[in-house]
Nanobody, 115 residues
Framework: QVRLVESGGGLVQPGGSLRLSCSAS????????MGWYRQAPGKQDELVAN???????TYGGTVKGRFTISRDNAKNTLFLQMNSLKPEDTALYYC?????????WGQGTQVTVSS
């Protein structure tokens, strides 16, 4: 059974930082590309960042330079370091594991940026 469990969300003031984690089980983590998506009320889901199995990274235009995606294959964990947070970063953040036609998603963790 595949499980992706996100953690680390919460309420933070503008300009603050958060570090999200996604713990994976039931897959050979190192084989999978991993990504972070977010879903804001009234908006389409947005790809935040992606990291391949070899460690290559890509970022959505709105977070480039502020967010950093990384992975620890030994701990089957994906991370998203979020700095200089803005109110428009408020969303449900969820992780994705993909390998060929296979995709798995977690339930998400809420990030709210507000003063």
């Amino acid at each position: 059974q595949v499980r992706l469990v996100e953690s680390g969300g919460g309420l933070v003031q503008p300009g603050g930082s958060l570090r999200l984690s996604c713990s994976a089980s039931g897959i050979v983590f190192s084989y999978y590309g991993m990504g972070w998506y977010r879903q804001a009320p009234g908006k389409q889901d947005e790809l935040v960042a992606n990291i391949t199995r070899t460690g290559d990274t890509t970022y959505g235009g709105t977070v480039k330079g502020r967010f950093t995606i990384s992975r620890d294959n030994a701990k089957n964990t994906l991370f998203l370091q979020m700095n200089s947070l803005k109110p428009e970063d408020t969303a449900l953040y969820y992780c994705d594991a993909h390998f060929g036609p296979l995709h798995y998603w977690g339930q998400g963790t809420q990030v709210t940026v507000s003063s």
